[in-house]
Nanobody, 124 residues
Framework: VQLVESGGGLVQAGGSLRLSCAAS????????MGWFRQAPGKEREFVAA????????YYADSVKGRFTISGDNAKNTVYLQMNSLKPEDTAVYLC??????????????????WGQGTQVTVSS
């Protein structure tokens, strides 16, 4: 599975960004897709995940109500809509995939496939 992220950038606090992750090499219905982030000096942390079978979504408490994960099965693309961004959301955001499980795990080491990451910087 190959994953390619796009959509990061610099935004002011309170602003919005949408990240995209295009997947190839395996059909979405056999995968869980997730977003993680990693700030300098910190461990990679779970942000959100989606299970294609049933469309269930899962969020970290720190982003619940502000971020939305969604997907387009026809395009094999998963999105992360980020609203009301805060400076503490600044990090490299990484798309990840793993064989389907219910629910999808929140530990980064349980994901097999990773994108290259995209930088999100939120200024105060």
């Amino acid at each position: 599975v190959q994953l390619v992220e796009s959509g990061g950038g610099l935004v002011q606090a309170g602003g919005s960004l949408r990240l995209s992750c295009a997947a190839s090499g395996r059909t979405f219905s056999t995968l869980n897709m997730g977003w993680f982030r990693q700030a300098p000096g910190k461990e990679r942390e779970f942000v959100a995940a989606i299970s294609w079978r049933g469309g269930n979504t899962y969020y970290a408490d720190s982003v619940k109500g502000r971020f939305t994960i969604s997907g387009d099965n026809a395009k094999n693309t998963v999105y992360l809509q980020m609203n009301s961004l805060k400076p503490e959301d600044t990090a490299v955001y990484l798309c990840a995939a793993r064989p389907y499980s219910d629910p999808p795990p929140r530990r980064y080491y349980e994901y097999e496939y990773w994108g290259q990451g995209t930088q999100v910087t939120v200024s105060s």
